[in-house]
């Protein structure tokens, strides 16, 4: 079993920085795709961002919305997944989730592609 734990979530002004992480315990390996969703009151879940690894190359996919302001990373050794958040805007607030799958996919995130999930972290922007 897989636990994810999230944390750096808070508020902010429009424009200023956030970086999240997500812990992750149990059963994993740096094979795993791994993703960052949100979700705003009122609206379904979004996929952010996404990363996933092969032998040689890490492959790093992103929502529209959020392509030159997030960076998604990962530091294996510390099986902890990261989100950068620049230049924050007043449309980003929501509860951010990071998610696992063993399973290897590329593109923006779908829900559906994703077996683990932390309980979320809290992102603001006042304008």
């Known amino acids: 079993q897989v636990q994810l734990v999230e944390s750096g979530g808070g508020s902010v002004q429009a424009g200023e920085s956030l970086r999240l992480s997500c812990v992750a315990s149990?059963?994993?390996?740096?094979?795993?795709?791994m993703a960052w969703f949100r979700q705003a009151p009122g609206k379904e879940r979004e996929g952010v961002a996404r990363?996933?690894?092969?032998?040689?190359?890490?492959?790093?996919y992103y929502v529209d919305e959020v392509k030159g302001r997030f960076t998604i990373s990962r530091d294996n050794a510390k099986s902890t997944l990261y989100l950068q958040m620049n230049k924050l805007k007043p449309e980003d607030p929501a509860m951010y989730y990071c998610a696992a799958s063993p399973s290897w996919r590329a593109g923006v995130p779908r829900p559906a592609d994703f077996d683990y999930w932390g309980q979320g972290t809290q992102v603001a922007v006042s304008s």
């Open positions: 149990g059963y994993t390996s740096s094979t795993y795709s």
């Open positions: 990363i996933v690894n092969s032998a040689f190359t890490t492959y790093t």
